[in-house]
């Protein structure tokens, strides 16, 4: 088991992964931020969109969106172009609740999501009907079922940094905050890895693989699945709040024994 | 003590005393409220009447036998959870055996203060205290003893076998110091801090898989941790692969050249693909917490901030020297290769950094 | 003496015993020397009895940790129960403190029963510290016991680094980290120093088992050894008490060792050992699964060090940028270096602070009755200052937790901070002070006057008047019995001369001491009593 898991964990990236890398970069055709940008983007989603979801994506997002994004979502001075952007994004935007933006602030919030899955739905369809882009993943592709171990490695490198070993979350620059990932779900994960939401880097399938990205899922919803046997985790924030407790609870829980003890009995 | 002269000597309070101290800037007054001496005893309920006694004592009991309870149930815990590899045991175990020893515990504890409460005396008594400084007779022969001792030792004097004892004594700790060089092999530390693994044409390779990076798979605003290729735990830096990648972690990043704002930045990196040094230049941490759009790298333990745009000079934090950049280029295969070793030393200043 | 035997023996097992420790280590003498010494009754009293079980909590867990941890840095393949680990290289000291926690019953909770020991070990001696900072109990003669317990405390922060860094996990590596970081720093010798701790480069594989035998054996050897001295200087001066009726520089009031004591303090160990175990079982500590084996790469958002290192880390972190400069070939880190000083200086203010007080004051008596914080304004003030100073750079290692807790920029809490280091100890300082002798104000009222007592009667001509209740002798006596102070001039010595020194004390003098206010002296209250009379009397008019 511990040498199977060893190999898989430091050979090199499998044959299928390169095979994904390229075709990849075959279906990327045109779209000016695409353009810009290099070669590699995720397969279109295979499912393909019917026209009356579109229009109908058309009219939400000229409704909900257009006033920030500009009427063809070319994007205006307030928001990004969203041409290339990708089902990917806008399904993660969207059903996150990030989107449409309520306040302007350091970074958008979560919060509950506006729209229902149809209707998000049809808004990826329509975006993505604009350019390719990296599209929404399926479940297989979300499945939990990847390599844990190296999903936890994979994890600590590129993403605890800012999310926290234990997916807690963090503090970026100027009020800007990785959030925390034990709500998160799969789906959700694999898509902020694949668009790069607001600050976040872009990890492209040549950086984390599918499997890569897989695996880190996996790591991730075990965390989730399974409560510290230590016992209460204190969110897991580390030792500050350890530090917080011990003086607050413990300390207090002591001092109020001294004070008992000290006191006259009646 | 001539700042002391002129200042009213002793007070009240050592009226008990047999020596009289200097009170200092105390002001003693004659005209102080008299002490009432210690207040009356109150009676406990547990001394009027023989129901709470009995009651007292009876809760005493119940802890003491609560305590037993708790230390048997915590061995019955012991074998009742075991643990095996479902962790769901570990918590069982750690949390049914504490909770046993903890009653046991709990239990001696409060019965015992409990009992002392009611049941024993609870009148307050006083015991005189003298001063610390010994009885005239007791200093005097002390001083006897050791000028006594220093008469039959000569050690005021023979001055030469006092300060030889001097010299000897000074001398005898310094084979510690060459004992203690050993900590380290290194004979040359600081230029040890000099190099990295990185050469000219080494790849770079993802961390921790070792995967070689191609420049095409760089989007712009990705992020990728990189160590050089072949740095592997089981490769051939066996022996010293932390010591290696401690200094060889790099970050690479793609950002528009377009943004970007130093010449040198853009002629050392490869289409706007730039490499740079992923530990601090403060005490070492990882830099590895990069913003795409504000091309901001924090440091996740003190709070350096990097401005990847702009040679990643320091723009927030206790840090000071920018990151050190790894010059890049691609190879015939389109794989990035370092173009060297790094300019300068990375990580954090030591005194001899900038010495040739 | 045959006798005695056999008065012994008629005894019973008990007096056979005592009489068996008599005979070889003159058990006797000890016990009527010490069985029924005095000790006062407060719950401030307990703070150190805190700390040292603790410490006995944290010898008992630790011993039990050892025969199973092992310091070795060689690398392994983790083969152990928790999954996402499985297959992963780490350390041996890794995987053994992984074992330690998956695969030994209790060892989870003698894991966490361990590290919050350590915690509370360190916390309860700073509070203990605190109190008698705020009571004057450091005063002659326990100026030097004062030395030794701010001993224990540093002591007791090394043993909790120590002992932080040997799981050799990611966020202890990083710890690490930053201590390689700070060493290099050090001007001249800082690259050579590090090379010799980490035996080579940083990590090198003989940092955890360096640690390992510091931390089991010469910090605890050296902390028992401080314990047992300032144990024994216990003993000699016998414990202070509070001001109060009867309570005297020269006696002690309170309760015999035997038997109330030995049931208190004693009972008292088993509360502390079980809250700790309570809190063990239930409450995690220091997760290290979730951080894997350490790797000089990766780095987890809020690396934090434990309580304690916090306000080193908090200096560190509040260090303005650009500080460090190079001279010719070498380079001066004063991002390090600064905070640095400004540690090692509020240390040696701390540590050298009753030896400052009594020089201030001149005062040579022994000082066995406390201090009420309020009676010595200008010392509570400067150690609020201190508090707020500490509690600044131990909150400055949470800036990031501050700012995503309470959605602020981490920008903006830092800069904060800066600005708050120097100006909150300022603050604190007026602010205390002024609280102090508000309250002593307030405490002479009250012994002039009575307590009011909200109680509203009109007397016959229309006039309205509050009853106040004079106090009792016991009542009164604690408010008024205090040490007052009065500021100095500089005064020419021997010579005729007025020396800095003498200037410099006047100075202090009058910084600790201009604004006093004096306890009513019994002249005070006698002509206060005309007027407690008056109200006396309008409330039995009033009443009838």
Redesign the interface.
């Known amino acids: 088991?511990?040498?199977?898991?060893?190999k898989s964990?430091?050979?090199?990236?499998r044959p299928f992964a390169a095979a994904l890398?390229i075709a990849a970069?075959l279906l990327v055709t045109g779209g000016g931020y695409a353009a810009?940008?290099?070669?590699?983007k995720a397969q279109q989603d295979p499912t393909v969109a019917s026209q009356s979801q579109i229009d109908l994506g058309h009219k939400l997002f000229l409704a909900n969106c257009a006033s920030c994004h500009g009427k063809n979502a070319e994007g205006t001075k307030n928001a990004p172009t969203l041409i290339g952007v990708g089902a990917a994004s806008v399904d993660f935007q969207v059903s996150s609740g990030r989107m449409p933006a309520q306040a302007s602030g350091?970074q958008i919030q979560a919060k509950a999501a506006v729209f229902n899955d149809k209707e998000i739905a049809a808004m990826a369809a329509y975006v993505a009907s604009l350019a390719p882009g990296p599209a929404i993943p399926t479940d297989a592709m979300v499945a939990n079922n990847g390599d844990?171990?190296r999903?936890?490695?994979?994890f600590?490198?590129?993403c605890?940094?800012?999310?926290?070993?234990?997916g807690?979350?963090?503090?970026?620059?100027?009020?800007?905050?990785?959030p925390a990932l034990t709500d998160t779900g799969a789906k959700e994960m694999y898509e902020a890895m694949l668009t790069?939401p607001?600050?976040?880097?872009?990890?492209?399938d040549?950086?984390l693989s599918p499997k890569?990205k897989k695996d880190i899922i996996t790591?991730l919803v075990?965390?989730q699945q399974?409560?510290?046997?230590?016992?209460?985790?204190?969110d897991?924030?580390?030792?500050?709040?350890?530090?917080?407790?011990?003086?607050v609870?413990?300390?207090g829980?002591?001092?109020a024994?001294?004070?008992?003890?000290?006191?006259?009995?009646? | 003590m001539s700042d002391q002269k002129g200042l009213v000597p002793a007070s009240h309070d050592s009226e008990g005393f047999e020596h009289d101290y200097n009170s200092g800037l105390a002001v003693v007054t004659a005209d102080k409220i008299p002490d009432p001496g210690l207040e009356p005893h109150r009676v406990r309920m547990t001394d009027k009447s023989v129901k709470h006694e009995n009651r007292a004592a009876r809760q005493v009991f119940y802890w003491f036998m609560a305590s037993a309870v708790g230390s048997v149930g915590s061995i019955v815990a012991y074998f009742a959870f075991p643990i095996s590899s479902d962790l769901g045991t570990v918590h069982n175990n750690t949390f049914f055996m504490g909770l046993g020893i903890a009653l046991g515990l709990f239990g001696i504890g409060f019965g015992a203060v409990h009992w002392a409460k009611t049941l024993m005396p609870d009148a307050e008594v006083a015991e005189p205290r003298h001063q610390t400084r010994g009885a005239e007779d007791v200093r005097a022969r002390a001083v006897e003893i050791v000028s006594l001792a220093n008469s039959e030792s000569g050690f005021s004097r023979r001055k030469l076998i006092r300060r030889s004892l001097y010299g000897a004594l000074a001398m005898f700790p310094l084979p510690a110091l060459v004992l203690f060089k050993d900590m380290t092999t290194d004979p040359n530390p600081q230029g040890t801090l000099r190099h990295t693994m990185w050469t000219a044409g080494t790849r770079l390779a993802l961390d921790p898989t070792g995967t070689p990076i191609k420049a095409a798979d760089l989007t712009i605003g990705s992020v990728f941790h990189v160590i050089p290729e072949g740095l592997m735990p089981d490769g051939a830096h066996k022996d010293d692969y932390l010591e290696q990648k401690a200094k060889a972690a790099v970050l690479l990043v793609r950002v528009d050249p377009a943004q970007i704002n130093s010449q040198k930045e853009l002629d050392w990196g490869y289409n706007g693909i730039v490499a740079y040094s992923k530990i601090c230049t403060h005490v070492g941490c990882p830099v590895a917490l990069y913003e795409q759009h504000t091309h901001h790298l924090l440091c996740p333990c003190h709070q350096s901030t990097f401005d990847l745009a702009n040679d990643c000079a320091v723009i927030f934090g206790p840090a000071t020297r920018p990151l050190p950049q790894l010059q890049i280029t691609v190879d015939a295969e389109g794989y990035l290769v370092a173009k060297g070793d790094f300019s300068e030393p990375v990580g954090p200043s030591f005194w001899e950094r900038t010495a040739k | 003496m045959s006798n005695a035997t056999s008065t012994a023996q008629k005894g019973g097992f008990l007096a056979g015993t005592a009489n068996y420790l008599d005979e070889r280590v003159g058990v006797g003498g000890i016990l009527k020397e010490f069985g029924r010494k005095i000790f006062p009754d407060h719950w401030s009293f307990m703070l150190g009895e805190v700390a040292l079980y603790s410490f006995l909590v944290l010898l008992l867990s630790g011993t039990f940790l050892t025969f199973f941890f092992q310091p070795a840095m060689t690398n392994v393949i983790y083969d152990g129960v928790y999954g996402p680990l499985k297959g992963a290289e780490m350390s041996i000291a890794y995987k053994s403190a992984l074992d330690i926690s998956f695969e030994v019953r209790g060892g989870l909770l003698m894991r966490e029963l361990h590290h919050w020991a350590a915690l509370l070990f360190v916390a309860a001696a700073g509070l203990h510290m605190m109190r008698v900072f705020f009571t004057g109990a450091f005063r002659k003669p326990r100026e030097i016991n004062w030395v030794v317990g701010f001993a224990l405390f540093v002591l007791a922060m090394a043993g909790g680094f120590t002992g932080y860094s040997l799981p050799d996990d990611l966020l202890s590596g990083n710890g690490l980290r930053i201590i390689d970081g700070m060493i290099k720093g050090l001007p001249v010798i800082g690259a050579y120093v590090s090379s010799m701790l980490f035996g080579g480069e940083f990590p090198g594989h003989q940092i955890v088992a360096r640690l390992y035998g510091l931390h089991i054996l010469l910090i605890p050897a050296f902390i028992l050894i401080f314990i047992v001295i300032h144990l024994f200087m216990v003993v000699i001066h016998k414990h202070t008490h509070y001001s109060g009726p009867g309570r005297r520089d020269d006696n002690v009031v309170g309760y015999p060792l035997m038997p109330v004591y030995v049931a208190k303090a004693g009972g008292f160990f088993f509360l502390v050992f079980g809250v700790l175990m309570l809190v063990a079982a239930t409450v995690t500590i220091n997760p290290i699964w979730l951080y894997g084996g350490y790797d000089p790469s990766p780095v987890s958002a809020g690396t934090q060090p434990d309580w304690y290192i916090g306000w080193a880390d908090g200096a560190l972190r509040l260090a303005p940028s650009h500080l460090e400069v190079t001279t010719g070939n070498y380079t001066w880190s004063w991002n390090i270096l600064l905070p640095m000083i400004v540690l090692i200086l509020l240390l040696v203010l701390v540590a050298a602070y009753p030896f400052f007080e009594a020089w201030v004051t001149g005062d040579k008596r022994e000082h066995h009755v406390l201090d009420r914080p309020r009676n010595a304004p200008t010392r509570t003030a400067i150690g609020a200052a201190g508090m707020t100073f500490y509690a600044v750079l131990w909150a400055g290692a949470s800036t990031d937790l501050i700012a995503t807790h309470f959605a602020l920029s981490l920008n903006h809490v830092l800069t904060t901070m800066q600005i708050s280091l120097i100006v909150l100890p300022i603050i604190a300082f007026f602010i205390t002070k002024r609280v102090c002798l508000s309250l002593q104000r307030k405490d002479r009222e009250i012994v002039l006057h009575g307590r009011e007592t909200g109680r509203i009667v009109r007397l016959p001509h229309g006039e309205y008047l509050e009853i106040h209740e004079p106090l009792d002798e016991y009542e009164m006596y604690k408010l008024v019995d205090f040490i007052d102070h009065k500021p100095d001039v500089a005064r020419p010595n021997a010579q005729g001369k007025i020396t800095l020194g003498a200037r410099a004390r006047a100075a202090l003098s009058r910084f600790f001491f201009e604004d006093r206010v004096s306890p009513v002296s019994a002249s005070e209250l006698a002509s206060a009593h005309p007027e407690l009379d008056a109200v006396e009397h309008v409330e039995t008019k009033a009443l009838v």
């Open positions: 088991m511990a040498s199977l898991n060893r964990m430091f050979s090199r990236r890398v970069g810009a940008t290099t070669a590699v350091p844990l171990t999903g936890g490695q994979l600590r490198t590129n605890a940094m800012c999310h926290n070993a234990a807690a979350g963090g503090a970026l620059t100027q009020g800007k905050y990785a790069g607001q600050n976040m880097p872009v990890f492209n040549a950086n890569d790591y075990y965390l399974h409560p510290s046997v230590g016992g209460l985790s204190l897991n924030l580390g030792p500050v709040a350890e530090g917080l407790f011990v003086w609870a413990v300390l829980g002591i001092i024994i001294t004070v008992w003890l000290g006191a006259k009995s009646n």
